[in-house]
């Protein structure tokens, strides 16, 4: 059984930084495009990265230039680096593991980290 658990979310003052790291169990890991979503209280989830598994990188346009994603096949894991926070960052941040978008039926998905960008 695949789990992925993400950790790293927080509260984090406007223009600070956070890491956000998703870790995955299983073997299929280095095989699999990795991302990230995130939705906010009363809208919908949102694409913010994804990761190919050979290593080419997209990102939602609000994101572009202040975040970076990567990953680390060696530890089944991969970060969300986040730099120059905003407070409409703020949301639930969701890793997914599987197909490139995470759009697939049987994509795997984790339980979420919450990341609050307040003053």
């Known amino acids: 059984q695949v789990q992925l658990v993400e950790s790293g979310g927080g509260l984090v003052q406007p223009g600070g930084s956070l890491r956000l790291s998703c870790a995955a169990s299983g073997s299929i890991f280095s095989r699999n495009a990795m991302g990230w979503y995130r939705q906010a209280p009363g809208k919908q989830r949102e694409f913010v990265a994804r990761?190919?598994?050979?290593?080419?990188?997209d990102y939602a346009d609000s994101v572009k230039g202040r975040f970076t994603i990567s990953r680390d096949n060696a530890k089944n894991t991969v970060y969300l680096q986040m730099n120059s926070l905003k407070p409409e960052d703020t949301a639930v941040y969701y890793c997914?593991?599987?197909?490139?978008?995470?759009?697939?039926?049987?994509?795997?998905w984790g339980q979420g980290t919450q990341v609050t960008v307040s003053s």
């Open positions: 990761i190919s598994s050979i290593g080419s990188t």
């Open positions: 997914y593991m599987g197909t490139l978008y995470g759009l697939g039926p049987s994509d795997y």
